[in-house]
């Protein structure tokens, strides 16, 4: 071991994955070891911005939710004056968690051990005994909650616990183009349905967020029943149809898969249509209005899906969106959040049959999740078998693939969509972080 | 709700107990056609997200949020996809065991339909795991006369946990 804590063996790895990534190819050992995931908490997890939660979660003054990025536990709130704030779960005195419960509305955090008392903002205003045993000389403004550095894009809630970040905007470096898809349906944007389901698998969070960046050639064997059972709107033959984009260096990725003679934005409302033909920029009507399924990832955890879908196979479909957090407990080990976005703009019926679709498919116990979750704990716990420590998987999809020179909007564009190219860029990204100077 | 014992007789009450038993039996024997069978043509499956709240919060499951929310139309659709070669998530398929106690019968204010509220542990195990993963639920069924068996019109069923120790819901409650 080093003075840093890392093994030799694993420094080794990072380094020989440098030039592996570029020639595609990325050490399985990555998805399920201990070391990797320190180092994912102290050097990726510690710097990055992480999604934290959608503004609609909390519309009214006081209401709040508490979310993590890596263990740390944090109350995401609107305070008395509107502003959202983000504060650790944790009281400045000893340290007792304030909120225990994961969502609520309150004017005022009291922590239960010695009761010091904040306003929801995070500001320290209430000290027991603090004549008798302070003698009034604590200083309540050195010893508020302690603040964690929030940005937001178009509804979401991103927070960096590295003071030196970048900003937000440079850090989405353009993605936010791709993002408009899911968070401009229509002009009011999009909501959550209600709260997040919550699950634990023992899955690596890295599995998932590199599927959501555009792992379309996975869908036609893991989700084959969809196509068995006439629900899949493209067919085996077509599915590799479309683009996959992304943004170079910062790991962000989309897919966006096509179906010949598809209408635009096939599956929303026409009003809503009409509103996003004024929402959206000429060149994100280009792209989108031709997109049949969007499933893209924000580096390093989350990641959103578009699909039009029937609840009945063969029926036209509704969109239904999901949102999602892989959230990394442990290594090899996650908690899944997963939300369902609507246009907010929309009928109180569209919403409800969006929904439905996105309980049946993507949910819990959505259908095309079920199988997603049962093929990444078997990956999972491949990786972690010591025979495995120095196999590399192949990345080699796309790898002589030009880049599209007249794509419409920014990033680095391939066609089709099926490829590889996405996922060298992310675990580059990734790559980068974890083996950045401390 | 006092404890009162409400006035059903006891045959009713016994019948509905032996439906819901070989009910969860035609689960935990994976004849999920025959399982379907049991539910009405306008039955409706949910199980509400829970959420983790403080004590006087209005709501603890989510009203907007489920994790099922089924029609029989729907439910049929998930039969067809067991049916199918590959639903990935029950291949080799999962070991389940229902089961089902402190049934309550009650009435309801039309003759042929009762409510029947019960606690249910699901045990599911699957491969060569050594860990099971455990759904403990309250049920909350309303029932229907079909000749000398029932229907089921609604099943509500809340989860105890709300964070679910699972990697998937590949089994039905």
Known sequence: MTATGTSEGVQRMLADMREGVLQGRVPARIFNDQEIFDLERDKLFSTAWCFLAHESEIPKNGDYVVRYIANNSIIVVRDEHGNINANLNMCRHRGNMMCKSEMGNASHFRCSYHGWVYKNSGELIGVPYFKEGYEGQLDKKQWGMIKIRIDTYAGLIFGTLDPQAPSLDEYLGGFQFYLDIYLRQGAGGSEVHGPPDHWVAETDWKICAENFSGDGYHTPVAHQFGFHLGYFPSSGATHSEGWAVHIPDKGHGIGLGHTPGMPPFFGYPDELVEQMRGSLSAEQIEVFSKTRTAVGSVFPNLSFLIQPFSLVPGEPGVRFCTMRLWHPIGPGRMEMWSWCLVPKDASDEYKEAAYKAYTLTFGQAGTFEQDDFENWTRVTKAAGATAVRDVDFPYVMGLERPRLADFPGPGYAVSPYVTDTNFRNLWSTWLDYLTREA | ?173
């Open chain 2, 1 to 173: 709700m006092a404890l009162n014992v409400t006035g059903v007789d006891r045959e009713t009450r016994e019948s509905i107990r032996e439906f819901l038993y070989l009910e969860s039996l035609a689960l935990d024997e994976r004849r999920f056609r025959d399982w379907l069978e049991a539910f009405a043509d306008d039955a409706h499956y949910e199980i509400p997200v829970r959420v983790t709240r403080e004590k006087l919060s209005e709501w603890e499951l989510s009203p907007t949020s489920r994790i099922f929310d089924d029609t029989k139309e729907t439910l049929d659709v998930r039969v067809k996809r067991l049916e199918t070669d590959f639903a990935w998530s029950e291949q080799p398929p999962s070991r389940t065991r229902h089961f089902i106690t402190n049934i309550i019968v009650q009435p309801t204010e039309k003759a042929d339909e009762y409510l029947a509220l019960s606690s249910c542990l699901v045990y599911r195990s699957r491969g060569e795991e050594i860990t099971p993963s455990l759904f403990s639920a309250q049920r909350r069924d309303l029932l229907r006369r079909d000749g000398d068996s029932w229907l089921i019109v609604h099943r509500w069923a809340a989860l105890d946990q709300a964070v679910v120790n699972a990697h998937n819901m590949s089994i039905f409650i």
